[in-house]
């Protein structure tokens, strides 16, 4: 049986503590339904461990879809999801797939995570999957490899980019512009030529999405890519 291993937020508000932000759901539900039905073994962890705040703009009718829905319906779902497992405790574990969840309320606490970036970072000198949507991609940012250099330096990706931010009117509240600190490490970073439409890239074992309506296409990318590589 394959693994994966499903990273969220357990951060709740902006810094400004004016706005509510979390786990943006849908980026969470549909590589959770995927992997379910392929049977794989799931585990949520976060960096503390225990609850996960979910974004309330990701329980508004636009960005709740079927599937989104049924989950955040579903109480066996939500009890996985509010005892989440710690990544200090993930990290012992190992994984075929590692997928990094978005919502804004990454950007605080995936960036700087050691016990993430150690996790990360074994996983793709490992050569396996490592994935990542939207602000989870934030996640990657302060990740170096063996040889000291940073994971995403030269590699092709993607990532919730700045005008997006200023159609989201999240510009004044994130800490940082994500498409400028991916620039900044030395990656190559392509974004859709449609605003807030799906685009998923693929590096090797790297792979990414843009935003939460790339949610599904990274879903069935990850999926693939994963029944590729050879049972551990």
Same mark, same amino acid.
């Given at each position: 049986?394959? $693994?994966?291993? #499903?990273?969220?937020?357990?951060? +709740?508000?902006?810094?400004?503590?004016? /706005?509510?932000? &979390?786990?943006?759901?849908?980026?969470?539900?549909?590589?959770?339904?995927?992997?379910?039905?392929?049977?794989?073994?799931?585990?949520?962890?976060?960096?503390?461990?225990?609850?996960?705040?979910?974004?309330?703009?990701?329980?508004?009718?636009?960005?709740?879809?079927?599937?989104?829905?049924?989950?955040?319906?579903?109480?066996?779902?939500?009890?996985?999801?509010?005892? $989440?497992?710690? #990544?200090?405790?993930?990290?012992? +574990?190992?994984?075929?797939?590692?997928? /990094?969840?978005? &919502?804004?309320?990454?950007?605080?606490?995936?960036?700087?995570?050691?016990?993430?970036?150690?996790?990360?970072?074994?996983?793709?000198?490992?050569?396996?999957?490592?994935?990542?949507?939207?602000?989870?991609?934030?996640?990657?940012?302060?990740?170096?490899?063996?040889?000291?250099?940073?994971?995403?330096?030269?590699?092709?990706?993607?990532?919730?980019?700045?005008?997006?931010?200023?159609?989201?009117?999240?510009?004044?509240?994130?800490?940082?512009?994500?498409?400028?600190?991916?620039?900044?490490?030395?990656?190559?970073?392509?974004?859709?030529?449609?605003?807030?439409?799906?685009?998923?890239?693929?590096?090797?074992?790297?792979?990414?999405?843009?935003?939460?309506?790339?949610?599904?296409?990274?879903?069935?990318?990850?999926?693939?890519?994963?029944?590729?590589?050879?049972?551990?």
């Amino acid at each position: 049986m394959k $693994s994966i291993l #499903l990273v969220v937020t357990n951060v +709740d508000m902006y810094a400004s503590g004016s /706005l509510k932000t &979390g786990l943006w759901l849908s980026e969470l539900t549909h590589i959770y339904h995927s992997a379910r039905e392929k049977g794989l073994d799931i585990t949520i962890a976060s960096p503390k461990g225990g609850h996960v705040p979910i974004d309330p703009e990701s329980l508004k009718s636009w960005a709740l879809d079927k599937i989104s829905r049924g989950y955040y319906r579903d109480p066996a779902f939500m009890d996985k999801l509010n005892h $989440s497992v710690g #990544l200090k405790q993930a990290k012992n +574990d190992s994984f075929d797939c590692i997928y /990094l969840a978005g &919502g804004h309320a990454t950007m605080y606490d995936f960036p700087d995570d050691p016990n993430l970036q150690d996790i990360v970072r074994k996983q793709y000198e490992r050569n396996k999957i490592v994935a990542a949507i939207c602000h989870g991609v934030g996640g990657l940012l302060n990740v170096k490899l063996s040889n000291g250099a940073y994971l995403i330096k030269g590699k092709s990706m993607t990532g919730f980019n700045w005008f997006e931010e200023t159609i989201a009117r999240r510009k004044q509240e994130v800490p940082f512009n994500l498409e400028a600190a991916i620039k900044e490490r030395g990656a190559d970073y392509k974004k859709s030529i449609i605003p807030m439409t799906s685009n998923v890239v693929i590096d090797k074992n790297l792979i990414t999405g843009q935003n939460p309506f790339s949610s599904k296409e990274m879903a069935k990318v990850v999926i693939r890519e994963l029944e590729k590589q050879p049972i551990r």
